[in-house]
């Protein structure tokens, strides 16, 4: 039985989140070098630094069902207002654009979470 050109709902999400991840581990990365800059109490950048152990345990877990998926990303191009993917997923290939705007609030919800900060 030949493979399906459609993804699946849970294909799809993984395909974003690999997208999504590196950004949101750049980020964290980013605010943990200027706090350590700025002297700020040890226990704040521990938080961060926990925080961004658990999304890089995230981004290898996934990375690791992509395989399993025979999801493969080749090419990923920065826009202004959007990145653009291309991608395989079971021997076809596909494209996913990926808003600068959903990016960023995906993130803040991310994050939001990760810190337990309600954005009502």
């Known amino acids: 039985m030949p493979a399906s050109s ?9 395909v974003k ?10 980020i964290l990365e980013k605010d943990i070098r200027n706090m350590e800059a700025s002297d700020l109490t040890g226990a704040y950048i521990e938080r961060l630094k926990e ?14 069902n992509c395989r399993a998926h025979s999801i493969i990303i080749v090419e990923t191009h920065r826009k202004e207002y959007s990145l653009l993917l291309r ?4 021997g076809y290939e596909h494209h996913m654009e ?7 609030a995906d993130i803040e919800q991310r994050l939001a979470k990760a810190l337990h900060i309600s954005l009502e």
């Open 6 to 14: 459609l993804q699946t709902r849970e294909e799809l999400q993984m």
């Open 17 to 26: 989140e690999c997208a999504i991840l590196p950004f949101l581990l750049d």
């Open 51 to 64: 925080i961004q152990r658990s999304f890089i345990a995230r981004l290898n877990r996934l990375k690791s």
């Open 87 to 90: 991608y395989r997923c079971n």
């Open 98 to 104: 990926l808003q600068w705007d959903f990016i960023r």
